[in-house]
């Protein structure tokens, strides 16, 4: 079972029609190019994030991230590309993964630690 098809299972159909957007998130958290998982904690902890980040991580709720921090953290160029992918505005691309995100990287750490791969 593909990493996207366990946090699909664990959310319990959460994404409904986004599924195609939440597939190309999980192929961010699973990009070996930039360090899977960890490489992206990394780049919220790199833009000042890490705050938000770690309560994803840790036991206890998770803090809201704004969809103006997720195009701070992916950077312009990646969201464009999303976007176009799906039809749909930067803005629509970001606040689609400020909503789900949280949650998907939750359900990947469920000991409330980044498990190495």
């Known amino acids: 079972m593909s990493i996207f098809d366990t946090a699909k299972e664990l959310l319990g159909g959460q994404l409904g029609g986004n599924a195609g957007l939440a597939s190309h998130a999980m192929e961010l958290i699973n990009n070996p190019e930039t360090g899977g998982l960890s490489g992206l904690v990394q780049q919220f902890h790199d833009k000042g994030l890490g705050e938000i980040v770690n309560s994803w991580i840790g036991p206890g709720g998770n803090h809201p991230i704004t969809a103006e921090q997720i195009q701070s953290v992916l950077g312009e160029d990646r969201i464009s590309a999303v976007a176009s992918k799906f039809g749909m ?3 629509d691309a970001s606040a689609k993964l400020a909503e789900f995100l949280p949650s ?5 750490t469920p000991h409330g630690k980044l498990e190495q791969a």
Not at 104 to 108: A, C, H, R, S, T
């Open 89 to 91: 505005s930067s803005q």
């Open 104 to 108: 998907v990287i939750d359900k990947l």
